[in-house]
């Protein structure tokens, strides 16, 4: 890592180039901002603790200007992958200026990243965007955390690149071994060589010269040349010789990105390397968990020529004068004054959206038809949003604003069912200018493109306004992407149906049980479940300015396919508000009520019904839709720490009611979403909602028996009357 990021930033990065650094190449990339005068002592001393450089690179956390976060391995190269997709968007759309050179987006991965699926899903989809500008550095160093990787299957490896027509480039030998294998003897040696086991070569890299010189003796001791070779190498310098990779071996380094970097094709470099070089378990198969002892790192110090105390100092050790280095460094091209953490300008978000008009509709499609509007009655807004989906873009109701919108391609394709006559009415033509990025079923491809739509303003200093769309359940298939865009504080808004039971017919596997309480527990992320598309939206124009906002961050809108007859109301100022926080009194409970029902999305109509009915008994019962029970509850969590918990909204809400008053909570999911509630006041809380993988069937059969429907909301009414 040392060499390979070596070569990268003293030599051939821009700074308009982009970088993820694996999660164990992080001492690394600190070292190398501190040596640019971009990292403090103080941070990179306190390297993993408490206020410190972060043990893995950090866009958020870390204070020296990191691109892309990484920690999850496989995440940070798929992200590069989106993010030269991304910045082909906004070229292509001329959001940039298209007269500059675009950046690259450079992943320094570690070989045991091409484990994980989700990079090869990010190849086979970058693959078919056309995306260019982006070089995956894999450090081949045979290791992962638990042992020695297998040979065969990077022995393939080139294969997949290439089929994806990906430029490959091997860097194994360095110039040493080079040379030894021009001399006499040196084809025998380089067949040896390739045809070492990992596992073997690793071990032999860990016992160092003699190990390497009986090894050698034993097979190829009778080779013309050896012999010679070994007689003038002793223990040392054979270790240095055999080790030569030229991963290790900078001139080859340079040489290799030099020759790549005069054009765009996307590539990957497999550079050979040791774990642990140059460190005494270097290639020991447990040496993930190694810790050099302090004799050790006596003994590295000295080795390096380094005064006792002056570890960190900047130049300590070199025999290079001061100040030649930093001339040196002044000429760096990755450290000629550049901004790189942009800031662009919020795009303004109309005071209100229209409210489609429909007496019956389901969130779901009143989500399709305010977007439409949007593309048509609002251009400034609709120029920067950005849409996508895995291959639900029509079932997710996206359908009408692609219509207007277009597919984006890097080049124009007519849509030939809709060209001459038209054979469907969704018009799927792509071209340079479409604002919609079609992804294939890869719920891991939708996260991560929306991490690198929603950091465009910082990266590349244009605003998109990103949508990203799937089936509720397919969350849980690409949830570790989620967090990792979250993690970083992308800005985007996912919208997910159908969901739970109420998509009826489709039964337990396309169901979604816990998606509210991912909604509630995920860290940068806010969560609503509308009822009604007043609400919604209401709700998606809080949501393009929440993820403008300086403290904003994304957000997941949990839509149902489910029609609703829709209330006939205007909604004041205070209730738009209301909506936004988290909740409101649909039907408000009279003073000192004993009853109150607490509903979240499409089971409204269920919980209405219910009340209808209870009302005959307890007049004053109230009903409470709620729209966002984790804006609800970080709002009463916050008040609760702070001391003022009486003015958080869901006490605001609950205060009418009477002590001893009971609460039926119901949405169609998991019932800890609402069930907190409870903790609020001193009230009694019946919470009913899905625990179990559902059944096909109608909505109705299905709401009986997963108890959602009036019966079991005014049965739980009543158990919690009787028990009160
Ligand atoms: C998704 C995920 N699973 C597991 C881990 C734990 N982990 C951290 S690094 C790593 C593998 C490291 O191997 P490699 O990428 O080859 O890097 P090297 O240690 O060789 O530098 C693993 C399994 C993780 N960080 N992320
Ligand atoms: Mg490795």
Redesign the pocket.
Known sequence: MVTLMTALYFDVLRPIDRVAV???GSPVYHAIQYLFGRQSRDQFERFRAFGGAQSYPSRTKDRDDVDIST????MGVAMTSFAALAQAFLRKRRLVAADTPPGRMVAVA????FD?GNVFEALLESWKHHVTNVWWII?Y?R???DAIVADRFFNRLDTVFKTMEWRVVTLKYGKRLDAAFARRGGDALRSWIDDCPNSAYSALAYQGGAAWRSRLERDLGDTSGIRELLDEHDDRALHRLMTNLAGHDVAAVREAFHAAADDETPTCFIAYTI?GYGLPFEGHKDN?SGLTTPAQIEALRAGMGIAEGEEWEPFAGLDVPEQELRAFLDTVPFNQPARRNHRAPRVPVPAALTVPPGDHLSTQAGFGRVLADIARRHPDLADRIVTTSPDVTVSTNLGGWVNRRGIFSQSTQVDVFHEDRPLSAQDWSMGPNGQHLELGIAENNLFVLLAALGLTAPLFGARLLPVGTLYDPFISRGLDALNYACYQDARFILVATPSGVSLAPEGGAHQSVLTPLIGLGQPGLTAFEPAYVDELAEILRWSFEHIQADNGGAVYLRLSTRPLTQPRRELTPNARCEIVDGGYWLVPPAPGAELAFVVSGAVVSEAHEAHRHIVEDIPGAGLLVVTSAGRLQQDWMRGSKTGDVEQTHVHELLRPLAPTAGLVTVLDGHPATLSWIGSVGPHRVLPLGVTQFGQSGDVQDLYHAYELDADAILDAAARLCVGG
């Open positions: 694996k999660p164990h920690g999850s391995v496989g570690g070989d045991a990243e994980e450090d160093n290791q992962s955390l774990k993930h």
